[in-house]
């Protein structure tokens, strides 16, 4: 009777070790799993950081060309008030010169020379409120279309 015996206790303990080795075999294998789902988070986590670093270096661009764009504004607006008072007083020159006429101008000239000098300024004021006011259309263009950037939606 004793060689029945260890028979059946080694039958139990080789079942014993086959259903430990088969527990061991299915950790290993979640294991196995669970790293391949770590590895995936990680290149998904990897994948958001590098989002939101292009999102973070987008917001400063757009941050600078808002200032630039700002300092562009002030400019402009400086620009047409200086452009303002220098048209005034083009305009203040040019009126004068208008309510003298040739005659009276040639009457108040020291001699030829003097005249054609003082129709040469005035053709040069002429030109040059020609070009004042070509210029402040154009930073009131220019304003106008900043002012449209600035809209609130």
Sequence with gaps: MWTMQPTVLADKYDDQIRALQKE?????SKAGQLQTQIATLQEEISGIDTQKKLIQAQISLT???????????????????????VLGKTLADLYIDDTISPLEMLASSHNLGDYVDK???R???REQLSQKIETIKSSLRRYHNYE?????R
């Design 123 to 125: 053709g040069a004021v």
């Design 119 to 121: 129709q040469e300024y």
């Design 24 to 28: 061991i075999e299915e950790y290993q």
């Design 148 to 152: 449209h950037l600035f809209v609130y």
């Design 63 to 85: 941050e600078s060309k808002l200032a630039k764009l700002q300092e562009d504004i002030a400019t402009t607006e400086k620009n047409i008030q200086n452009n303002k008072v």
